[in-house]
């Protein structure tokens, strides 16, 4: 057995584009134990809304990060509705759901690129990042900005998509759905990236379960958990939402459910556009949050979000809290990288798509 060390990992790395940091217990080249450190980039982004108007906030909660930025300010309004019973149109809710799928699209496929960018392949790289110009593209289109969409509100959604342009969009999609094809199928049938990540990472049904993780982690372990299934806000449900599974449990798994998961934010998209209905998309807010607290969730391109409010009868609220996807999946990212190469830590890292920007507001 050889002599153990520490070895500090991030949290600036040549590979990792996320900004984490480990200590990690090395063996010669074999990781022994993984202990994380939270912090780095804290911005105290929750005690804003002890200085932000309720209404105001929503802009504040869009940034805790760029890529998510359109869920955060879906899950920060629906726990205001909540709070304050507030009831939103049929059509708000449609939109909502098209504007969270378009970010789940961007999301997967910055995800992607870097992957490929980390594996060496740095054409695959940027034919991932040329596909998801055509994303941003359409969030320009919709709602007037790239990254931050600044659509979404306490009682709705701030912009329409005529119905016209909805089936123009549908069109540029079932044309990027090709052009898809050819980057899921490098990524799933390379026999470079089979070497590189299965087998690698490896997290049980039973393990993924205990560890709580969530998201395309654990649906690559077998654990049918998505929030979409049971939402209460948005289309899923009125379009019969399943969803994608695998049962591998490693990097290779969690590389394949997100891929698969691109084609399923194309068909919720579609089916969304089929069956839009007419109508009003926002209703006017009136009062302030009463003395009172909700919670809720929302279904992020990383996993699920828990919202949680505290209202005080002003204009301010006395509390938010935010536990998000890249929280929940630390400690499963901890079970992965004990045993593993030291080579192998980067690619273990990302096939979580930890986003630290989230993980510490």
């Not at 790289?125 to 593209?137: H, K, S, V, Y």
């Not at 990383?302 to 505290?310: F, H, T």
Request: net charge negative; charged share 25%; hydrophobic share 40%.
């Amino acid at each position: 057995m050889g002599k153990s060390t520490v070895v500090p990992f991030g949290p600036q790395h040549p590979v990792l584009p996320e900004p984490i940091h480990f200590d990690l217990e090395l063996e010669d080249e074999k990781v022994v134990k993984a202990i994380p450190s939270i912090g780095y980039v804290h911005r105290g982004l929750e005690k804003l809304v002890e200085k932000r108007g309720f209404q105001e906030y929503v802009y504040v909660a869009e940034r805790v990060c760029g890529i998510c930025s359109f869920g955060h300010g879906w899950g920060y309004s629906k726990a205001i509705e909540g709070l304050m019973e507030i009831e939103i149109p049929k059509r708000a809710e449609y939109l909502r759901t098209i504007w969270h799928e378009i970010s789940r699209l961007h999301s997967h496929l910055l995800w992607a690129g870097l992957g490929a960018d980390a594996l060496g392949f740095e054409s695959l790289f940027m034919q991932c990042w040329r596909i998801r110009e055509t994303i941003l593209d359409i969030i320009e289109q919709t709602t007037g900005g790239r990254v931050i969409f600044s659509v979404c509100k306490v009682g709705g959604v701030r912009r329409d998509i005529p119905d016209q342009e909805l089936k123009e969009i549908v069109k540029r999609l079932d044309a990027l759905k090709k052009e898809i094809d050819g980057v899921a199928d490098i990524f799933l049938n390379d026999e470079t990236i089979h070497a590189r990540l299965k087998g690698v990472g490896t997290v049980t049904y039973d393990e993924a379960v205990a560890l709580g993780c969530v998201g395309p982690t654990a649906r690559a372990s077998g654990v049918p958990q998505d929030y979409r299934i049971g939402d209460e806000g948005g289309a899923y449900k009125e379009l019969g939402f399943t969803p994608v599974l695998a049962t591998e449990g490693d990097c290779f798994a969690r590389v394949k459910v997100r891929l698969l998961e691109l084609y399923q934010s194309l068909d919720i998209i579609k089916g969304c556009v089929e069956n839009m209905p007419a109508g009003e998309i926002a209703v006017p807010v009136k009062g302030f949050p009463p003395a009172a607290e909700y919670f809720t969730r929302v279904e992020q391109p990383r996993g699920e979000a828990v919202y949680y409010v505290k209202g005080n009868k002003t204009k301010n609220l006395e509390r938010f809290r935010l536990r998000t996807p890249t929280n929940a999946n630390i400690p499963v990212l901890v079970k992965m990288l004990q045993g593993c190469d030291l080579a192998d830590v980067p690619n273990i890292i990302l096939t979580i798509d930890p986003c630290i920007s989230c993980c510490e507001r």
